[in-house]
């Protein structure tokens, strides 16, 4: 397994941004496929990005889409989180993870590798 750990939450203004980051170590994470995910209080995690391995494409959730951007710097062993335009419904812990599949990347149950959270609080 890998270890991650975030960094770079905080309380933002809506339609502030926030640039989470997640440094890895452990394993060279060019070869796995990494996501963002989050949960809010009494919600399910839920999924918000990922960026494939060895180059492969990003995909993001619908709620994101075109506000959010994954990024992997694959010398830095790390990934990011590049948030704008944030809403409030975006508050949540956001969790880095890591996985070796190829496929389900948006299921929680894919993952086997987790990073402890970092908190995100969006106010009006």
């Known amino acids: 397994q890998v270890q991650l750990v975030e960094s770079g939450g905080g309380l933002v203004q809506a339609g502030g941004s926030l640039m989470l980051s997640c440094a890895a170590s452990?394993?060279?994470?060019?070869?796995?496929?990494m996501a963002w995910f989050r949960q809010a209080p009494g919600k399910e995690r839920e999924f918000v990005a990922v960026?494939?391995?060895?180059?492969?494409?990003?995909s993001y959730a619908d709620s994101v889409k075109g506000r959010f951007a994954i990024l992997r710097d694959n010398a830095k062993n790390a990934v990011y989180l590049q948030m704008n335009s944030l809403k409030l419904e975006d508050t949540a812990v956001y969790y880095c993870a890591a996985t070796l599949s190829t496929y389900y990347y948006t299921r929680v149950s894919q993952y086997d590798s987790w990073g402890q959270g970092t908190q995100v609080t969006v106010s009006s």
């Open positions: 452990g394993r060279t994470l060019s070869t796995y496929a």
């Open positions: 960026t494939r391995r060895n180059g492969g494409p990003t």
